[in-house]
């Protein structure tokens, strides 16, 4: 069965500052791999997804995130940390084969110290 | 246009209640998903209707819960003799199914609360 890890329940940065997120995948065949974002009071949205090709996916709101094979990895990074970034991000991955059920991970919430 | 629209937002019930949750997906959209999200647990896939197809019942957590869906739109969660640890927040999401892997539209989802 496939599953998701992330790494850090909490995370803070400064404002500026770089922002990382990680998340690493368990599966037989390289899965799709998404990360959500919960922002406070409203509902989860798709930031990015990684499908197949191009293994640097870009997503909404200068977020980006590496599809790695050899590391398993599928880490969300942005440079700069902006007040507007706290939120709850969750790391999911769906089948490449069979249907389409999306697997999260529990989830890391972001605090951005200004 | 409206998205995917769920009631009741809040709902307190005793132990021992049953409960209905509805979802209202996005018009058009084929798949609808149901999550549950515990503190410090992520969202937990509960069920997973696509289309006419057998829906994946899976993440299903007891026989105390089951779902339908009506006439491929609407959709009801029901919880029979609801226990504390079903306090949760429930929500359902829906995609178009049309394209491979398109994404979820989620709604606010529904706050359990059980007494």
């Known amino acids: 069965a496939q599953s998701v890890t992330q790494l850090g329940s909490h995370v803070s940065v400064s404002e500026g500052a770089l922002v990382l997120l990680r998340c690493n995948y368990s599966s037989s065949v390289p899965p799709y791999l998404f990360w959500y974002v919960q922002y406070p009071n409203q509902g989860l949205q798709l930031l990015l997804k990684y499908t197949t090709g191009a293994t640097l996916v870009k997503g909404i709101n200068g977020f980006e995130a590496e599809f790695k094979k050899s590391e398993t990895s599928f880490h969300l990074t942005k440079p700069s940390a902006h007040m507007s970034d706290a939120a709850e991000y969750f790391c999911a991955v769906s089948p490449f084969f069979g249907n389409e059920k999306l697997t999260f991970g529990t989830g890391t919430r972001l605090t951005i110290i200004p | 246009g409206a998205g995917v629209s769920q009631s009741p937002s809040n709902k307190v019930t005793e132990k021992g209640k049953d409960v209905e949750l509805r979802c209202d997906p996005i018009?058009?959209?084929?798949?609808l998903y149901w999550y549950r999200q515990s503190l410090g647990q992520g969202l937990e896939f509960l069920i997973y209707f696509q289309g006419n197809s057998a829906p994946d019942k899976s993440g299903l957590p007891s026989d105390r819960f089951s779902a339908e869906r009506t006439g491929g739109s609407v959709s009801t969660l029901t919880i029979q003799r609801t226990q504390q640890e079903d306090s949760a927040v429930y929500l359902c999401?829906?995609?178009?199914?049309?394209?491979?892997?398109?994404?979820?539209?989620f709604g606010n989802g529904t706050r359990l609360t059980v007494t």
């Open positions: 999401a829906s995609s178009p199914g049309g394209e491979t892997h398109s994404p979820l539209h």
């Open positions: 018009s058009g959209h084929t798949a």
